[in-house]
């Protein structure tokens, strides 16, 4: 366990001639905790020396121990917020006369100093957007990273379910058609019956393991035995299921899902732990990646090696190969510069920025990276549309679901263009309409889609017990 950085830990003088700046930053209860330890040099590079008193906070420069900003910090209803932020303005002292300068500085160090949270995507783009775009981007970033109350979750969990929901029911109908079937008699509209006999609006098993994995995360947070659990139940007792029946599993999420079952039966819970470690080629399916999406609203803004190996032990539930985990990253970094308010464009560049340093990080194997190579170290934009392919392999989807999601400007279109390449029909719609849904909201999923779609409270309770679980995390 750390340290605890008190008054008396480092050198420390007072703020000589203080400027109070207006600054509106909110924390959760353990956000809060985590600012009350501090931040304690470690080596000559650590700049700056951080403790908490009295309800207020201190930053100095560790070097000398001059006092640059303080900042008191109040009990709200709904955790804390910054009451009042003073920033040093003795020239001889600290050089910076500029507020909005203070306020990106001191939001930078509680957030990657003392909260670990990663706000690359904030810097990344400096270089081709004002000094004062930047600054302001704390406006739009500042409370999403630090507290939720910055993004309105309860529309993007809402519209992120319901985007692969509703892409699932879609596609249900014409699974395994071919594309040229398609082609003759492309789909335009939600259907029923087709290649399972379902009514309008039933959704298969992409949307209810996508369910389990959400209601895990809102009652029990990343509990991997309580996920195991969940899927067993819908594999076994219909559970979280569109009409009380179980029509659609690949052949690795049900052998994945019976070896979990004998797991859960022997109590070897560290067992269910380990299952990233024996994955093999065959695990490459696109079923982890199909329900991956809930797990966003845990890992968003976490340093992306924490969000790996989260993602990785989620995935490796059904699909352990570290193939699959690292599609599921890729689609979640992508998500979560959506969920940031990025342009979708700008969010595919720098999403494939960061997974090739992290690939460096890491010492990604070449032999991996070369399935990646269009999606990552190309522009997946250029590949052509004949080049696409919608089977179970993840690569495949994955793929084509970034390019529709990229090349197509409305939920609709998005959905039944992918669709329309036939073959793995309903997964490759839930996938791409995940990340429709996050990026056009759940107003721009058609209303005649989503009155037909089966169990719709339901769903809206879920992502209302996700958002309230999310906003205490």
Same mark, same amino acid.
């Given at each position: 366990m750390s340290e605890i950085a008190t008054k008396t830990t480092w050198e420390n003088h007072a703020i000589n001639n203080p400027k109070q700046i207006e600054i509106a930053l909110q924390f959760t209860e353990g956000q809060f905790s985590k600012l009350t330890k501090g931040l304690i040099p470690q080596q000559m590079e650590d700049k700056w020396f951080i403790f908490y008193e009295n309800d207020w906070l201190y930053f100095h420069r560790s070097w000398t121990g001059l006092g640059i900003y303080k900042a008191q910090l109040l009990k709200e209803q709904d955790g804390y917020a910054i009451k009042e932020f003073w920033a040093e303005r003795n020239q001889e002292k600290y050089s910076s006369e500029d507020d909005r300068t203070d306020i990106e500085n001191f939001s930078f160090l509680i957030a990657r100093g003392l909260l670990g949270i990663d706000v690359s995507q904030i810097y990344s783009y400096r270089n081709i957007k004002s000094k004062d775009d930047v600054i302001n981007g704390w406006s739009n970033f500042g409370n999403m990273l630090f507290t939720n109350n910055g993004v309105d979750y309860s529309d993007k969990i809402k519209a992120a379910l319901f985007g692969v929901a509703i892409g699932d029911a879609v596609g249900v109908p014409y699974e395994f058609s071919s594309r040229e079937k398609m082609i003759n008699d492309p789909a335009t509209n939600m259907i029923g019956f087709g290649t399972y006999n379902q009514p309008p609006g039933t959704w298969s098993d992409d949307s209810s393991l996508t369910f389990c994995l959400a209601e895990s995360l809102a009652t029990e947070g990343i509990d991997l035995a309580n996920i195991a659990s969940t899927f067993c139940k819908w594999k076994n007792?219909?559970?979280w299921t569109a009409r009380n029946e179980v029509f659609d599993i690949g052949n690795t999420t049900y052998s994945a899902i019976h070896r979990l079952s004998e797991i859960l039966d022997n109590g070897n819970l560290e067992e269910i732990r380990n299952q990233k470690n024996y994955g093999t080629e065959l695990e490459n399916g696109n079923g982890s990646l199909m329900r991956i999406i809930p797990l966003l609203f845990y =890992? *968003?803004?976490?340093?992306?090696? !924490?969000?790996? !190996?989260? @993602?990785?032990? +989620?995935?490796?539930?059904?699909?352990?190969?570290?193939?699959? *985990?690292?599609?599921? &990253?890729?689609?979640?970094? &992508? *998500? !979560?510069?959506? #969920?940031n308010g990025i342009d979708k464009e700008r969010s595919y560049t720098i999403m494939r920025k960061e997974i090739t340093d992290f690939w460096n990080e890491i010492d990604f194997p070449p032999e991996e990276r070369l399935h990646f190579r269009r999606l990552i170290q190309a522009d997946i934009r250029n590949t052509g549309i004949d080049d696409l392919k919608s089977g179970g392999y993840v690569i495949e989807v994955l793929e084509s679901s970034i390019w529709f999601? #990229?090349?197509?400007? @409305?939920?609709? !279109?998005? +959905? &039944?263009? =992918? =669709?329309?390449?036939?073959? %793995?029909? %309903?997964?490759? *719609?839930? =996938?791409?309409?995940?990340l429709a849904g996050l990026y056009y909201g759940y107003d721009g999923i058609p209303e005649e889609w989503l009155n037909q779609i089966a169990r719709k409270s339901d769903i809206e309770n879920l992502a209302e017990l996700l958002e309230n679980k999310i906003a205490r995390y």
């Open positions: 007792s219909a559970y =890992i *968003a803004g976490k340093p992306i090696k !924490e969000q790996f !190996e989260i @993602t990785w032990a +989620v995935s490796a539930l059904t699909h352990r190969h570290i193939r699959a *985990a690292m599609s599921c &990253l890729i689609y979640l970094k &992508l *998500a !979560e510069k959506i #969920l999601f #990229l090349n197509k400007n @409305t939920y609709k !279109e998005t +959905v &039944l263009s =992918i =669709i329309n390449l036939g073959h %793995d029909t %309903d997964t490759s *719609a839930a =996938i791409a309409g995940g």
